[in-house]
């Protein structure tokens, strides 16, 4: 592709700009921060599912060596609020406050201490004497309803040939980030409230910690350090705000952490949904109606229900080509762990059904797998059908598809595990193997809402400084964005000094979420350092007295046509002391109304022991369509660590609730997420392809992957011992079971 052939910094791989910090141990985290006098703060979590706090009594908690404040919710402020770090205003309810009256499930806040010492807080927690009045299921418990189509979808089904409609559950997870949630608090000497934290949303914790403390913006600075995974967990405003109310009433530095069993039931979790999924076709398999009902499980609070289930069906359904559409959601409010933004953000409920049910209709036809879906995937100059009609918790805007590698995705995925095996399996052992395989896509960005902006300055020894508002969760954000700064600017990664997620001194950003920040962040740096390019091409004019036309900036200098050049450092030099005294410096904002989606095909190989019901995934395939990756290596790592993420979801993890409705292992002993030794033999492809509205060609990489494992396992183990399996995690004893009763 032409495109790649004239890159020098992108499309390539360059160490990390934090690589050295990282590995050295001088990468500082939000808990590396040690501030003397700091107060530690412990909360004292609700028992019940449900209950109104009748009576509290914290006297003998206050009262404690070591404690310098309790607070409850007789001694807090009372604001409504969502804790979804979105957009304003916010398309989630204000349901949460930061202490109630009521508590919603075991694992809600009560009451918290701050004391000197961690061990002083546990201490004064077990004083506080709290009498519950346990309340009934709610009655109402609506969060929030939505529905959308194209076509007429019942006219759809009559007119087909073959109708199937099957029922697909998809359970809890969390997102298990190996840092905890933390935050460290503490006053300036401007008596400002400084927040360091970990958190993928800076800008949105500013504003919605102001709204909860009633204090005014200008008086918060938050500050994201390097963190240790996200993963959508920490787009939520969980742990600033008590903290920070500690800080204000005491004058002390103040800390929060969540241990890890805190983090598994009172921090947020992916949905749980039934998934309906109704499908008409003919009987070549040409789909010609799609429908999708979904029932979602919101848990305690609505913080992204309607977002999240929105995605269900926005991103999944277009996936394939049909003239009827229709797409139907309930999501509840329970009394249990909450939901929240997970990496895929819905998407991965969604595919688990469409992908599961496009392997049954060809099965029900007889027809290869890749054969169905090739004939009815969208393609380059298709429309998104759902794009208007359905949006993203707001107004939908009408979306073209400028570039799909899907098809080039499946042929070398195909090529890669060797989808011609799949016939010669042996199907009588002990030891089965199948095959099975799902194409995907995601999104870039939320049109019309993600805005970020960026802001560039020459240096006058030829580097440059780039503010960023973007926020790099592990995820090497920070050396992308330097990337597309030294591309754009004719000069090596080296020349970039960046410094990100800093409310005061960097310009805004939505923040780390809805896979936005390479395409929407990076293009606004992109735009940034195209304007300083052109301000330093024009004072290299004016020094030279000579007409802009025919100069060139790169290789860190202006070239003139008669080959003659002035170093960017000289440039900075002449403009800072001598010719036309200024500072050559930019910033940009960027908006965009497509969402370019990135495409993907999975394939694997399992082999299940029809004795033991015990399944192992030999072989994972992923090829990826990321539009130009801008870190090769940084793409293929995003695209392993969601497949391992996926498959921990579709083999091993699970909430387990007793009668009660608490959490009943919620520790990394009873929740197994896939570690590096449970991996499989792993093939990453990355399949270019060229995204006009992305910066040098890009889109995201880093969600997409997260889709494929669960609907994949159930289609491979289908494949090998003829069970289908509609709901996950997959487990032996499942397999067991059913084998079993097959028989």
Same mark, same amino acid.
């Given at each position: ?109 009560? #009451? #918290? ?93 500013? !504003? ?51 241990? !890890? ?5 009172? *921090? ?93 209709? *060809? ?22 059908? =759902?794009?208007? $009609? ?9 979306? !073209? ?65 780039? =503010? *960023? ?13 330097? &990337? ?137 395939? $992923? ?14 790592? &995003? ?73 994949? @396992? ?24 059913? @084998? !079993?009763? &097959?028989?």
């Amino acid at each position: 592709m032409k495109e790649y052939d004239a890159f020098k910094v992108v499309n390539k791989s360059p160490r990390r700009v934090d690589a050295l910090k990282l590995a050295t141990g001088q990468g500082t985290f939000t808990d590396d921060e040690v501030l003397p006098g700091t107060l530690h703060v412990k909360m004292l979590w609700s028992p019940h599912a449900h209950a109104r706090i009748a009576s509290i009594d914290v006297s003998e908690a206050e009262a404690m060596p070591g404690v310098h404040c309790v607070l409850y919710h007789g001694n807090v402020p009372r604001v409504a609020h969502t804790t979804a770090g979105q957009g304003f205003p916010e398309p989630s309810p204000w349901d949460a406050y930061m202490f109630d009256t009521k508590v919603r499930f075991v694992g809600d806040r009560v #009451a #918290a201490v701050a004391a000197e010492t961690e061990v002083q807080a546990l201490k004064a927690l077990e004083r506080i004497k709290v009498e519950y009045e346990v309340l009934p299921k709610p009655e109402q418990n609506i969060a929030c309803k939505l529905a959308a189509s194209v076509g007429d979808v019942e006219a759809g089904f009559a007119a087909s040939d073959i109708v199937l409609e099957r029922t697909y559950d998809v359970g809890y997870a969390q997102q298990a980030p190996i840092e905890p949630h933390v935050a460290i608090t503490h006053l300036d000497e401007d008596d400002r409230l400084v927040v360091r934290v970990a958190t993928q949303v800076p800008f949105h914790s500013r !504003r919605i910690l102001a709204q909860v403390l009633e204090i005014p913006v200008a008086r918060v600075r938050v500050l994201k350090p390097r963190i240790g995974g996200g993963f959508g967990v920490k787009q939520e405003i969980l742990v600033e705000d008590v903290p920070a109310l500690v800080t204000l009433r005491t004058g002390r530095p103040a800390r929060w952490a969540y241990t !890890r069993s805190e983090e598994l039931v009172s *921090a947020r979790t992916r949905h749980a949904q039934t998934l309906t999924m109704k499908l008409g076709a003919k009987r070549d398999g040409t789909l010609v109606a799609l429908s999708m009902n979904v029932l979602g499980n919101s848990g305690a609070y609505g913080a992204h229900a309607l977002t999240v289930v929105s995605c269900t069906g926005g991103k999944a359904l277009p996936l394939y080509r049909a003239e009827h559409y229709h797409f139907d959601a309930t999501v509840m409010y329970t009394n249990l762990p909450v939901g929240g933004a997970f990496r895929g953000y819905g998407a991965p409920q969604g595919f688990y059904a469409v992908e599961i049910l496009m392997d049954e209709l *060809a099965h029900e036809l007889g027809m290869d797998p890749v054969a169905l879906r090739r004939k009815n995937m969208i393609r380059s100059g298709d429309d998104n059908p =759902l794009a208007v $009609a359905l949006g993203e918790g707001g107004e939908g805007f009408p979306q !073209r598809i400028r570039s799909c590698g899907l098809d080039a995705c499946i042929t070398q995925g195909m090529e890669a595990i060797g989808w011609e095996r799949r016939a010669t399996f042996d199907k009588t052992g002990t030891k089965r193997r199948g095959m099975g395989m799902v194409a995907l896509m995601q999104g870039s960005g939320i049109p019309g809402v993600d805005m970020a902006a960026s802001f560039l300055k020459l240096n006058d020894d030829g580097s440059f400084n780039l =503010l *960023a508002g973007a926020t790099d969760i592990g995820t090497g954000s920070d050396t992308v964005l330097s &990337q597309i700064a030294a591309e754009e600017l004719g000069v090596s990664v080296d020349d970039i000094i960046i410094y990100t997620a800093d409310t005061d001194l960097t310009p805004f950003d939505t923040g780390a979420y809805a896979s936005s920040t390479t395409y929407i962040s990076g293009m606004s740096v992109k735009k940034a350092a195209a304007a300083v390019k052109q301000q330093i091409i024009s004072a290299a004019a004016k020094i030279w007295g000579v007409p802009e036309d025919g100069l060139v900036a790169k290789d860190k200098a202006v070239h003139r046509p008669d080959g003659e050049t002035l170093s960017y450092g000289d440039v900075c030099r002449s403009t800072l002391y001598h010719v036309n005294q200024h500072q050559i410096m930019d910033h940009a904002s960027h908006l965009s109304f497509e969402c370019p989606p990135p495409f993907a095909a999975h394939f694997c190989e399992v082999e299940v022991d029809v004795e033991t019901g015990e399944i192992e995934v030999l072989k994972y395939v $992923a090829a990826v369509d990321c539009g130009v990756a801008i870190h090769p290596k940084g793409a293929e790592g &995003q695209t392993e660590g969601g497949v391992q993420m996926g498959l921990g979801w579709a083999l091993t993890e699970r909430y387990l609730f007793d009668e009660g409705g608490r959490m009943v292992n919620d520790t990394f002993g009873g929740y197994k997420i896939f570690g590096a030794l449970d991996m499989p033999q792993m093939t990453t492809l990355l399949v270019p392809t060229y995204e006009p509205s992305g910066p040098f060609g890009a889109k995201s990489v880093s969600e997409i992957p997260i889709n494929g494992p669960a609907p994949l @396992l159930s289609n491979a183990i289908f494949d090998a011992i003829g069970v289908r399996f509609r709901q996950n995690p997959i487990t032996p004893e499942m397999v067991w079971r059913a @084998l !079993r009763e &097959q028989q």
